[in-house]
């Protein structure tokens, strides 16, 4: 796994032709529109002529899968999802995840999402949505917590053009229950936590990235902050290949719940 990422990288890396720029956002893990763990105020899908329906009112489906391995937990992670956008401002998402423990434990959890753009990106100020993910998990592992719930948040997100290199900005806030995102469960309180994402684009269709989402502090739980650092090729219009490095927190700690680090393969198509 280690030797593919690395691969992966140097593939990225070494990319110097001049595509047209596929855009983002990715699906993200949950499936909504964003890039690994977090949302962007951008909607999913292209809601132009040549990728959508009924003049560009409907947007034509956007995929995502990706592979997490955070193999100090001994965890494989797979999740898919699909998103797409409906009159340029209202985005609906479905994301399914299983999440694979040792071999021994195989938790699935289903996303139900939706946003709506507020305010479109404009020469000043950033695109800013709102949106909620309807969460639930088969869990069994953690007593006393509900087995369902939800996630609110408020985004905002703007591509700087005026530097060397164009930089995507991204951050905003989150109200949830979830514990690990929601995979073990949904407390009784709701916590607010915020999130953020930096992208610079040194080429027209590579994006090198960093996200960071802090983790939700509980009365009887307290998850870890995660981050990932990440590289992202749009390889034509359509696909998108992306591989990162991804830390949960520490799985020893006795202070917030982690899962370790690991790495990360993600492929994105918009049809």
Known sequence: MKKLIVVSLVVLASVFTNMTLAGVPLNNLEGVG??????????????????????GNISKPQVGLWRIGLHEAGIDWTTFGVAETFFKRVELSYGHETIDFSNSKTINKDNFGAKVLLLPEGDILPAIS?????????????????????????????????????????????????????????NDNRKEVLFGNVDVLPLSNVAIGFEYRQGAHYDNWKDANYWDGHVAWFVNPNLTL????????????????GLGDGFVLSAQYAF
Do not use: C, H, R
């Open 34 to 55: 964003g890039i690994a763990f977090n949302p962007l105020a951008y909607t999913a899908g292209t809601a132009g002529e040549a990728n959508s329906f009924f003049g």
């Open 130 to 186: 709102i949106g909620g993910v309807f969460k639930s998990t088969t869990q069994d592992m953690v007593p006393g917590v509900e087995n369902s719930g939800a996630d609110y948040y408020l985004v905002g997100t703007k591509l700087v053009k005026a530097l060397p290199w164009p930089v995507l900005l991204s951050g905003g806030v989150l109200s949830t229950q979830g514990q690990v995102l929601g995979v073990l469960g949904f």
């Open 242 to 257: 992306v591989a990162a490095y991804v830390n949960t927190g520490d799985q020893g700690s006795t202070k917030a719940f």
